[in-house]
């Protein structure tokens, strides 16, 4: 068993963990972060920003972009990023793929391009329901590289939350591939919540099956899992 998992009930203090493990990363050097996105995230955001770390000497790249959504909508992962991050705590360099670009499939492989010449020190992930990581739907390949995916409806379905319906949320993203995700050194995955039991079941049991995204991270030497949920 390589993951280490940490289970903590209480939300704030799981969060005040999941902060000090970031701190903890910058001050032992890491200077490339790869970034998340969705509700999990939000806590770790508010306590980066409330807090004096500075980012202004390390890159960020995120994990996936949605395709067609004009940058300045709100739901946006680049957006979402600026409002939660970027503009309090700034970058050096910040990635993300481009989702507006006018070949996606090109635009896959120009960010993996970008993500094979950094060295990915530490990768914070969260889950779906259904053991996505990034945008990496059930069936995708662990050593899958970035690539373009047509969400399945439970992920728009889950999504739907951010939108004003669920026609508005995107059919396609453009996301990091398991294998890119898995060239990162250490990776720090936060799951919270009764939604997210099942597949942080199958991961803590030791599955190892692509029908369950997250359970690459079994072949993983080094990832730190938070989690409020006892299992
Ligand atoms: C989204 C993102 C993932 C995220 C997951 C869980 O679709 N692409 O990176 O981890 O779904 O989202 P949430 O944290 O809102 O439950």
Known sequence: MTIQ????????????RAFHIV?????????????????????LYERIRKSSLDFSNCISVNLDEYVGLPKEHS?????FMKK?????????VSYLPNGEAENPEEEAVR???????????????????????????PGTSFTSETHVVTLTASTRKANARFFNSIDEVP?????????????AHQILLIAVGEKKRTALQALINGDIS???????????????VLTNLEL
């Not at 998992?5 to 799981?14: C, F, G, K, R, T």
């Not at 939660?84 to 705590?89: A, H, I």
């Not at 692509?210 to 730190?224: M, Q, R």
């Open 5 to 16: 998992l940490e289970s903590i009930p209480n939300i704030d203090q799981l969060y005040d």
């Open 23 to 43: 701190k903890e990363q910058k001050n032992k050097g890491a200077k490339t972060f790869g970034l998340a996105t969705g509700g999990t995230m939000l806590p």
């Open 75 to 79: 739901q946006s992962y680049i957006s």
């Open 84 to 92: 939660q991050l970027f503009n309090t705590n700034p970058f050096k």
């Open 111 to 137: 960010y993996e391009n970008v993500l094979k010449s950094i060295d990915l020190d530490f990768q914070i992930l969260g889950v779906g329901e259904n053991g996505h990581i990034g945008f990496n739907e």
């Open 171 to 183: 059919t396609q993203a453009i996301t990091m591939g398991i294998g890119t995700i898995m060239r």
């Open 210 to 224: 692509e029908e369950i995204p997250v359970t690459a991270l079994n072949k993983h030497d080094h990832v730190i």
